[in-house]
């Protein structure tokens, strides 16, 4: 009560996986069904190695190994990163909350931010974890120290950004894409009118504007909430269409 909430920014997240972990033919891995993500960070009993989910992990000189188990790299709990991953992708079963040292039956490490995740990912290449979706600038971006150590996956065939169509928010602007949040502004409603009110109705008009999102490094990923053609009231949803038709959609 007694606060004015404005959505703003659309913030994804990304499912990466460990560099090593592949295809069984070597190759990278493309995508994961969300109940395959599910059962992982649950650390279902058949979804702690790779090969139970028909993927598979190299060794050091890119040879299939005989066992594949799967560390998961996990936010700890009061993260923005884990209560979105918990309300969007994990809507059936829970996270796993124990940590387990990585091993032959694989393993569950937690940290306090995504550069834990990321060191995770980096120290147990058979690894899985969420991040930011503008995480993945880090791991493709030649030169950066963490260059080649992760990669993300689609998540039922869909990414936040994907590079191969016209638009490559496409996926996340029409909702298609179900890992993300909105990032809202909230302001006292008894400050209305006031010079501080009137300064922060003007930060959030720019910060929430397509053509100010595209001007940051996160634009790639984050879309502004005008570009949307869904809504959401929760992290969970329902998604819901806006008003009009949205052609962009149907391709």
Same mark, same amino acid.
């Given at each position: 009560t007694g606060m004015?909430?404005?959505?703003?920014?659309?913030?994804?997240?990304?499912?990466?996986?460990?560099?090593?972990?592949?295809?069984?033919?070597?190759?990278?891995?493309?995508?994961?069904s969300r109940y395959q993500v599910e059962a992982i960070f649950n650390r279902a009993a058949a979804a702690r190695d790779w090969r139970n989910l028909g993927l598979a992990?190299?060794?050091?000189?890119?040879?299939?190994?005989?066992?594949?188990?799967?560390?998961?790299?996990?936010?700890?709990?009061?993260s923005g990163s884990k209560a979105g991953f918990d309300e969007t992708v994990m809507v059936i079963l829970n996270e796993t909350g124990t940590a387990v040292a990585p091993g032959v039956g694989g393993g569950a490490v937690f940290g306090g931010s995504?550069?834990?995740? +990321? *060191?995770?990912?980096?120290?147990?290449?058979?690894?899985?974890?969420?991040?930011? %979706?503008?995480?993945? &600038? =880090?791991?493709? /971006?030649?030169?950066?120290?963490?260059?080649?150590?992760?990669?993300m996956v689609a998540l039922e065939g869909t990414k936040p950004r994907?590079?191969?169509? +016209? *638009?490559?928010?496409?996926d996340l602007k029409c909702g298609r894409y179900p890992f993300? %949040?909105?990032?809202? &502004? =909230?302001?006292? /409603?008894?400050?209305?009118?006031?010079?501080?009110?009137?300064?922060?109705?003007?930060?959030?008009?720019?910060?929430g504007a397509a053509a100010t999102i595209a001007l940051i490094p996160t634009g790639g990923y984050w879309s502004s909430d005008e570009a949307m %053609?869904?809504?959401?009231?929760?992290?969970?949803?329902?998604?819901?269409?806006k008003a009009g038709t949205h052609p962009e959609c149907n391709q």
């Open positions: 004015s909430s404005t959505p703003t920014v659309i913030v994804p997240w990304g499912i990466f996986l460990g560099k090593n972990v592949v295809k069984a033919n070597g190759t990278p891995a493309t995508s994961l992990t190299k060794d050091s000189l890119g040879d299939i190994e005989a066992t594949s188990p799967i560390v998961t790299c996990q936010r700890n709990p009061g995504s550069s834990n995740v +990321a *060191d995770c990912l980096k120290n147990n290449p058979r690894g899985i974890g969420y991040l930011d %979706a503008d995480f993945e &600038l =880090n791991f493709i /971006t030649s030169g950066n120290a963490r260059f080649g150590d992760a990669y994907n590079t191969s169509l +016209a *638009d490559p928010k496409q993300w %949040a909105t990032w809202r &502004l =909230n302001v006292r /409603t008894a400050d209305a009118g006031t010079p501080s009110d009137i300064l922060a109705t003007a930060f959030k008009t720019n910060a %053609a869904v809504f959401k009231n929760a992290d969970r949803g329902p998604i819901t269409w």
